[in-house]
């Protein structure tokens, strides 16, 4: 689980890093939308590893 965590932290930051180099909208803009699916992303994986740890 705990494995699964650093891969998702790993990929996450990957993501934003990329995200940031070749963005074609304005900051703010771009901000908003990679907060928006942080948070989605992070509400995902935390629905996964209750899910996991329920069965």
């Known amino acids: 689980m705990l494995r699964q965590a650093r891969t998702?932290?790993?990929?996450l930051a990957l993501g934003l890093a990329i995200g940031l180099l070749v963005?074609?909208?304005?900051?703010?803009?771009?901000?908003?939308l990679l907060?928006?699916?942080?948070?989605q992303t992070v509400e995902e994986r935390?629905?996964?590893m209750h899910s996991a740890s329920a069965s």
């Open 46 to 48: 935390w629905q996964q």
């Open 8 to 11: 998702a932290l790993k990929y």
């Open 35 to 39: 907060l928006g699916r942080v948070w």
């Open 23 to 32: 963005a074609p909208r304005s900051g703010a803009e771009t901000r908003r």
